[in-house]
């Protein structure tokens, strides 16, 4: 599949934009609102950085559609070759609480699979890139996931509920838990390697996902959904079953062990 070059360099300029953005409202009290049916906190940072995100990323390629969590959804985007799939502030509430742990999650797919993707953490100045086929980086140096062969003693990022008797087909795995409120960034702790899997159950939304996925797999491990099937973009749910991720031999012991994994 062939990947536009200059768009990776169009996604870190512009989350670099964003992070200016959103470190203007960090810390500062921003405003903030509660979405409908229990979605979550959104600020006037969030709102800003998608408009700046919409006029910089669509103005550069208008052929492109567009999908984000602070827009209006439409279904242009589904006979789009090539869209944007953005969350403009991912880790809201971290943003609101002073966490440094926020991240602009900036992506390009084509027919359902991501090309281009950047990450960027404005409080740490972490910038988290990939291309298909081109690696994956944190600023600049090469990533790689863990080589961890045995589940137990792993470390996991998961939420709590994750390691509910009920997620599991025989005895809840011993291994560490731990968390960060980003989805975005825990993916790309995944690919640097700091943590051993990532393990969500609930069903994930496409702007959380779609770039720390490419990072993952460019770094060398695996992305699937919670049935261990492979996540295709821009579909018209916009969400997928979960999604795990790993190093290839981690994986392969986390997903039979899932209730929810088939075959």
Not at 243 to 262: E, N
Request: with cysteine.
């Amino acid at each position: 599949m062939p990947v536009n070059k200059d768009d990776l360099d169009l996604l870190v300029s512009a989350a670099r934009a964003a992070g200016q953005v959103a470190m203007r409202h960090w810390k500062n009290d921003p405003k903030v609102w509660h979405k409908p049916d229990d979605q979550g906190p959104v600020t006037e940072a969030d709102y800003e950085v998608d408009a700046l995100l919409k006029t910089t990323l669509c103005g550069a390629r208008p052929d492109y559609g567009w999908l984000s969590e602070e827009t209006a959804d439409s279904d242009a985007r589904l006979s789009a070759k090539r869209i944007f799939i953005v969350d403009p502030i991912d880790g809201t509430r971290a943003f609101i609480g002073g966490d440094q742990a926020f991240s602009h999650a900036l992506s390009v797919v084509e027919d359902g699979a991501v090309v281009a993707a950047a990450v960027y953490l404005p409080a740490l100045d972490r910038m988290f890139t990939a291309s298909l086929d081109g690696g994956a980086f944190l600023n600049g140096e090469r990533l790689h996931v863990s080589g961890r062969a045995e589940l137990t003693g792993a470390r996991i990022l998961a939420a709590r509920p994750v390691m509910d008797d009920k997620h599991w087909t025989g005895p809840v795995p011993d291994v560490t838990r731990h968390l960060r409120p980003s989805l975005a960034y825990r993916l790309c702790l995944i690919a640097q390697g700091r943590f051993d899997a990532m393990v969500s159950v609930r069903p994930s939304w496409h702007w959380d996902t779609a770039a720390g996925s490419l990072i993952v797999t460019e770094a060398g491990g695996v992305i699937a959904d919670r049935t261990g099937a492979t996540i295709r973009y821009n579909t018209p749910t916009s969400q997928s079953m979960g999604i795990l991720a790993g190093g290839p031999d981690l994986m392969a012991q986390i997903l039979p062990r899932l209730a929810y994994s088939v075959g």
